[in-house]
């Protein structure tokens, strides 16, 4: 929907679980749905998919092991073309899961850009089970240069069918505003 002279709007969603049926993922699914509907293009970095080895620092990319390079490569470049992101995680010892962590420990790559790490990007965010893990994701938006959008969610058991579906019609309500907060966010 970008209008004559307008770059597409990219929104990425990054998160997810190790389980099969992750609540995390499927909110994630959601909200890459409402978002598509606002007019943004829509990618899902899924941290089960994305399968990254334990970030080491100070490792070139070029050090990690050939089935990972490419992964890793997918992980820089599509965050670098973002214009905005949907962070989603299971809550875990009060914090974000280590496979999530993991992941955004990679931006580290991105401290060296023009505009560094995620330099103004609003992040939205979602937290399984316990909204501690949202203040959590908070502090590493904060960390890592970008914007934390206000509206945050957390979702549970009782949002979501057997088929994982979103059911919980205030929560959709919420993750519609999370999403507005994304579009309407100007750098």
């Known amino acids: 929907m970008a209008f004559l002279g307008q770059h597409t709007r990219r929104l990425v969603g990054l998160g997810g679980s190790m389980r099969d049926q992750s609540r ?3 909110g994630l699914r959601t909200a890459l749905e409402m978002a598509q509907t606002r007019g943004f293009e829509v990618e899902l970095l899924d941290v089960r ?3 990254l080895p334990i970030y080491v620092p100070y490792l070139p990319i070029e050090q990690y ?5 490419a992964n890793i490569r997918r992980l820089m ?3 670098r073309r973002a214009d905005a ?3 989603a995680s299971p809550t875990y010892h009060g914090a974000v ?3 999530f962590k993991n992941t955004v420990d990679y931006f580290e790559y991105l401290g060296d850009d023009m505009l560094p790490y995620l ?3 609003p992040v939205g965010l979602m937290a399984c089970n316990d909204p501690v893990t949202n ?4 502090m590493m938006v904060a960390e890592l240069k970008g914007w934390p959008a206000p509206t945050q969610i957390t979702l549970g058991r009782v949002h979501f069918d057997e088929q994982l579906n979103l059911i919980d019609e205030r929560i959709k309500r919420k993750m519609g505003q999370m999403m507005d907060e994304l579009w309407e966010f100007k750098k």
């Open 24 to 26: 995390s993922r499927a």
């Open 49 to 51: 998919e994305l399968n």
């Open 65 to 69: 092991p050939a089935d990972a390079q």
């Open 77 to 79: 470049d599509t965050v």
């Open 85 to 87: 992101m949907v962070w």
């Open 97 to 99: 899961s280590g496979i």
């Open 119 to 121: 330099h103004g990007i």
């Open 135 to 138: 203040a959590s994701m908070v």
